[in-house]
């Protein structure tokens, strides 16, 4: 009958530096391909950011029509449903629709038009987009179908 010493049973029993090593270079690798992976995701969520905010002051906007008769000019903006317009057409029956004009995701203030460019009898609200800069190919309108 053979005796084992208790040393080499407790060596046995233990995972060596080297398994150690490989399981945490495994968890790093799963851990970087999830986070690459959700990269895009953040791009995704600002995107729908955009037409909760559209659909927001879209819904903002019709309360003021219903109250001053109609939507404010481009000069005077989103900063009507805020703000008493002081520039004309001064609206008789005006009540404060938001408290704060929201940004948009990448935090541009929203552009707003009346006329709008697509549908020249309803307003345009435009996000500058990604880059933050006008007129580009990543500009976000309430117009785009």
Same mark, same amino acid.
């Given at each position: 009958?053979?005796?084992?010493?208790?040393?080499?049973? +407790? +060596?046995?029993? *233990?995972?060596? =530096?080297?398994?150690?090593?490989?399981? =945490? *270079? /495994? /968890?790093?690798? /799963?851990?970087?391909?999830?986070?690459?992976?959700?990269?895009? /995701?953040?791009?995704?969520?600002? =995107?729908?950011?955009?037409?909760?905010?559209?659909?927001?002051?879209?819904?903002?906007?019709?309360? &003021? %029509?219903?109250?001053?008769? @109609?939507?404010?000019?481009?000069?005077? *903006?989103? %900063?009507?449903?805020?703000?008493? !317009?002081? @520039? @004309?057409?001064? !609206?008789?029956?005006?009540?404060?629709?938001?408290?704060?004009? !929201?940004?948009? !995701?990448?935090?541009?203030? &929203?552009?707003? +038009?009346?006329?709008? %460019?697509?549908?020249?009898?309803?307003?345009?609200?435009?996000?500058?987009?990604?880059?933050?800069?006008?007129? @580009?190919?990543?500009? =976000?309108?309430?117009?785009?179908?």
């Amino acid at each position: 009958m053979k005796i084992h010493s208790t040393t080499a049973i +407790r +060596r046995r029993a *233990g995972f060596t =530096l080297l398994e150690m090593v490989i399981v =945490l *270079g /495994i /968890i790093a690798m /799963i851990l970087g391909g999830a986070i690459f992976a959700m990269k895009g /995701i953040g791009d995704a969520a600002k =995107l729908k950011q955009v037409e909760a905010d559209f659909k927001s002051l879209e819904s903002a906007l019709q309360m &003021y %029509k219903l109250n001053a008769g @109609t939507y404010p000019t481009t000069q005077q *903006g989103l %900063k009507a449903l805020q703000d008493k !317009p002081s @520039t @004309t057409p001064v !609206p008789r029956r005006w009540v404060q629709v938001m408290n704060k004009i !929201p940004n948009d !995701p990448w935090g541009a203030p &929203y552009s707003y +038009r009346f006329p709008g %460019k697509k549908r020249a009898n309803e307003f345009e609200i435009v996000s500058k987009g990604p880059d933050g800069m006008e007129n @580009t190919g990543d500009d =976000l309108s309430s117009q785009d179908d």
